[in-house]
């Protein structure tokens, strides 16, 4: 629970702040066993604590005010569908590419590839973070072996070999100490199977002393180094192969198997395949007949076409059977006996975009490591589009992924009403946002 977002609501609303402490009260007897004395104490002063943090609105000093304050779109975060890997996802993502501008990395935000890079003095520096899937807070050694998992591909897919994984912990203020043990536990595991070793990290409260409850929100971040240039999205070219090797999911389906009870197939998701094919492809010096590396993850083979042709300005086009054949059977079987679309959800496949002449190689150095599969191939163009013996049709993104629990069904994945509208409201925070930073950096640089 929220603490500091009840009593904000609340005041704002101009309720009376008494009461509002004594609300407040009764909903902390809910997590603590406190007396009645304790909850009133701690309760009245979260609302003296929250009342002063508001006082900046009443300051003359525009400049305070602006900085103090943030550029609100009046849309949250589930109205339109942000991390959920899809459609409105992605838009945000463009938007936050927008604040951060032109870089002087190689691969910057504005690419929206997996992992960002810089130019070293000896080469290239990948640099890639994930976060844990947000309904593993209960089963953390997943939820950390995952989220390691995740880091490492995306490091991987930009065709470096990852040298260091850092870890951050949230956990709650009734959260089980125990949790970071276990994720710290599946971070490290992953990390050890891939030589990879856990180096630093942080660990703090979910909001400190204003957040009561038992969540975990943790990340993982993962540097890599290359001699190459990196295999960014963009660099897909008309007349390449799109390969995949097989997808046995991650924190997705480890979450759809535990949430509908099959929790075998968890036992899938526990290997570390895609890392040993991309070492295979490096260890045969290979890397260089590759133009472009993805996992399968941003909302499916849908999100991940759309974003790459957008990125690539290329079409392809995907071969339907050979898509499906090349999610794991037993995750195949689940997902269709659940009715939840295996095209629009995370199998965490390798995909490989390559000339049609090198493929050939590139199967046969992944024979015995993970099973690779033919499935598209890349024209001049635009968007994505699956194939079969009746012809093309497209390859949609989804305002949000596929819909793979009870909860989400009835949140669903279609497009929200005025989301023209919702999208001017977040163009317009992103631009108050982007011009606060230049605000600031001015600021700073007259001090100076």
Not at 20 to 27: C, G, P, S, T, Y
Not at 131 to 157: I, W
Not at 367 to 388: H, S
Request: aromatic share 6%.
């Amino acid at each position: 629970m929220d603490l500091e977002g009840f009593v904000r609501k609340r005041l704002l609303k101009g309720e009376d702040e008494a009461r509002v402490a004594e609300a407040l009260a009764e909903r902390i007897a809910e997590f603590k066993d406190w007396s009645e004395e304790q909850r009133l104490r701690f309760a009245r002063a979260v609302v003296e604590e929250v009342k002063a943090s508001l006082g900046f609105r009443k300051l003359n000093d525009t400049f305070l005010q602006e900085l103090l304050g943030y550029a609100e779109a009046g849309v949250g975060m589930g109205e339109f569908g942000v991390g959920s890997r899809g459609e409105g996802d992605f838009f945000v993502h463009r938007k936050l590419a927008q604040i951060i501008g032109a870089t002087k990395a190689v691969v910057d935000a504005r690419q929206q590839d997996d992992a960002g890079v810089v130019a070293g003095e000896a080469g290239y520096i990948t640099v890639a973070v994930d976060g844990m899937h947000s309904r593993l807070s209960e089963f953390p050694f997943l939820a950390g072996f995952h989220a390691a998992r995740a880091a490492l591909r995306d490091v991987y897919v930009m065709g470096s070999k990852p040298r260091a994984l850092i870890s951050d912990l949230h956990l709650a203020d009734d959260g089980d100490i125990g949790k970071l043990f276990d994720f710290t536990a599946g971070v490290a595991c992953v990390g050890e199977l891939c030589s990879t070793p856990l180096v630093a990290g942080s660990t703090l409260r979910v909001g400190g002393d204003m957040v009561f409850g038992e969540r975990l929100v943790a990340s993982v971040a993962a540097v890599g180094t290359s001699r190459e240039p990196p295999k960014a999205r963009r660099q897909a070219e008309a007349g390449d192969v799109i390969l995949l090797t097989e997808g046995k999911g991650g924190g997705t389906v480890s979450t759809i198997a535990i949430y509908h009870q099959r929790y075998d197939v968890v036992k899938e998701t526990l290997n570390v395949e895609f890392m040993q094919a991309c070492e295979a492809v490096m260890e045969r010096s290979l890397l260089s007949e590759v133009h472009a590396m993805s996992d399968v993850t941003n909302g499916g083979v849908r999100g991940d076409a759309w974003e790459i042709s957008r990125t690539a300005r290329k079409k392809l086009v995907f071969y339907e059977e050979e898509l499906y054949k090349s999610v794991n059977p037993r995750v195949l079987e689940m997902l269709q006996e659940l009715e939840i679309d295996p095209l629009g959800i995370s199998t965490d496949s390798l995909m490989l975009i390559l000339p049609q002449d090198s493929a050939a190689e590139v199967k046969a150095a992944l024979r015995g490591v993970a099973k690779v599969y033919e499935v598209g191939r890349v024209e001049v163009g635009r968007g994505a589009y699956l194939e079969n013996s009746e012809g093309e049709r497209e390859l949609k993104a989804k305002f949000r992924e596929a819909a793979y629990t009870k909860v989400k069904k009835i949140v669903g994945e279609e497009e929200p009403e005025m989301m023209a509208e919702m999208r001017r409201r977040i163009e317009e925070a992103a631009a108050r946002a982007a011009k606060k930073k230049l605000a600031v950096k001015r600021f700073i640089l007259r001090r100076d």
